[in-house]
């Protein structure tokens, strides 16, 4: 499905299996310091003609360095902003571990975010957009069980 271009973006809500059960992958802008929380997915506008599917995966590359396989969709949510969100959920490719220190945290990103982390769902949800908690129930919706 094609999205309008104007006031949309789409991103991956990347997750993996960690200690603590499932985690996601959460980034932060850089220099957004004046307004908590702001964590949020990878994501970002459509290109002309692009599917929303494929500008997911393609953000979250450009913005987090991993290669991702889409697993679902998240449907989408609306921002204060008003900016609309078009979310799918994935896991990393195999073998794409090795974009990760050993922290869990992206070895190189595109220099949009200063954070770039694995995160426990519990961790996760205050620290993100308001909006975007929204992905979180769905996603768990979604997970199998640990």
């Given at each position: 499905?094609?999205?309008?271009?104007?006031g949309?973006?789409a991103?991956?809500l990347v997750?993996?299996?960690?200690?603590?059960g499932?985690e996601v992958?959460?980034v932060?802008?850089?220099?957004?310091?004046?307004?908590?929380?702001?964590?949020g997915?990878?994501?970002?506008?459509?290109?002309?003609?692009e599917?929303?599917e494929?500008?997911?995966?393609?953000?979250?590359l450009?913005?987090?360095?991993?290669?991702?396989?889409?697993r679902?969709?998240?449907?989408?949510?609306?921002?204060?902003s008003?900016?609309t969100?078009?979310?799918?959920?994935a896991?990393?490719e195999?073998?794409?571990?090795?974009?990760?220190?050993?922290?869990?945290?992206?070895?190189?990103t595109?220099g949009?975010n200063?954070?770039?982390?694995?995160?426990?769902?519990?961790?996760?949800r205050p620290?993100?957009?308001e909006?975007?908690r929204?992905?979180?129930?769905?996603?768990?919706?979604?997970?199998?069980?640990?």
């Amino acid at each position: 499905m094609s999205v309008p271009r104007g006031g949309f973006s789409a991103g991956c809500l990347v997750v993996r299996r960690g200690a603590e059960g499932w985690e996601v992958l959460l980034v932060h802008p850089r220099g957004a310091t004046f307004r908590r929380p702001l964590f949020g997915i990878p994501k970002g506008a459509l290109e002309e003609g692009e599917e929303a599917e494929a500008a997911a995966v393609r953000e979250t590359l450009e913005e987090t360095g991993l290669r991702v396989v889409v697993r679902g969709d998240l449907g989408t949510v609306r921002q204060k902003s008003g900016k609309t969100v078009h979310a799918f959920w994935a896991e990393i490719e195999p073998g794409g571990e090795a974009a990760l220190d050993e922290r869990g945290r992206c070895r190189t990103t595109d220099g949009e975010n200063d954070v770039c982390r694995f995160y426990p769902l519990h961790q996760a949800r205050p620290l993100m957009i308001e909006a975007q908690r929204e992905l979180i129930d769905r996603l768990e919706a979604a997970l199998p069980p640990r």
